[in-house]
């Protein structure tokens, strides 16, 4: 087993630059400029740069993920939701990932994994024109054999199991329950050869948590991050969770 590698979700980024320049994009003044911060994400050590292009565009706009596309020396894993406008955007950028997520357009950030089982039909022939384009497609699901067993079904290459619920755990006795669910999905996704990530509410508190999950190659953070990132600045905040995330034992 490798090191645990570390994909910095730069959403945020985007998001601080919309609170002002929003209705503006064009401005030469915007900022902050996500293309730098991918630059400084991947100095301090990131090994992919992540960004949601949301239907509502609240945080990164198209022009984003094709500047980030042209920029980035790592990989860039684009998630999104699965619909036609912006599957088609995808097939233009052509990122190195795709991580298909719920989306809802009411929602803060992302509630809850992809129903696999339940979206098959509409899963399906997206996956494969992502896949046929050179897209390595990452299903984010909840932790359950069931959601599993269907990711394998469609022959993606990479799962990425959602931890929110474990971030979030207002007791005990939810904490261990997920950490066993995380644990068990993770155990199967590896037994089925697909590539196990994680994320959604991973921070530097619980990030010990996320060490007692088996199997993983890449987490996946934004919020905490960028959250760090006012305080210490960017480099530093991602070399910290680096940090935090060292002797991971798989
Ligand atoms: N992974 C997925 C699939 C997500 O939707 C998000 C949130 O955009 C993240 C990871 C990152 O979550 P957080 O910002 O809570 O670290």
């Known amino acids: 087993m490798g090191d645990l590698r570390l994909g910095v979700n730069i959403d945020h980024v985007a998001t601080l630059r919309q609170a002002r320049y929003a209705s503006m994009p064009d401005s030469k003044n915007a900022e902050p400029d996500i293309i730098a911060a991918a630059a400084i994400c991947e100095r301090a050590g990131a090994s992919g740069i992540v960004a949601h292009l949301r239907s509502d565009r609240r ?25 036609p406008e912006i599957v088609d955007i995808a097939l233009k950028i052509v990122p190195d990932e795709v991580c298909l997520v719920p989306e809802k357009r009411e929602e803060v950030t992302t509630e809850g994994g992809l129903d696999v089982v339940a979206q098959r039909k509409e899963l399906e022939p997206t996956i494969k024109r992502l896949q046929t384009a050179g897209v390595r ?51 199967a996704a590896s037994e089925f050869k697909l590539q196990v990530n994680a994320g959604h509410g991973i921070n530097y508190t619980n990030i010990g948590l996320i060490h007692k999950i088996p199997n993983l190659t890449e987490l996946n953070i934004g919020h905490s991050i960028i959250s760090r990132a006012m305080l210490v600045g960017l480099e530093d905040a991602v070399k910290q969770m680096l940090g935090a995330m060292e002797d991971y034992k798989g």
């Not at 990164?60 to 860039?76: E, G, P, S």
Request: glycine residues 2%; without cysteine.
């Open 137 to 187: 497609v990452s299903l984010f699901i909840d932790p359950t054999l069931e959601q599993v067993d269907a990711a394998h079904e469609l022959a993606v290459e990479m799962v990425e199991l959602h931890t929110g619920k474990l971030a979030n755990a207002f007791s005990e006795k939810i904490e261990k329950q997920e950490l066993e669910n995380l644990q068990a999905a993770a155990k």
């Open 59 to 83: 945080h990164m706009q198209d022009r984003d993920v094709d500047r980030l596309r042209q920029n980035i020396m790592t990989k860039l894993n684009l998630e999104m939701g699965n619909t």
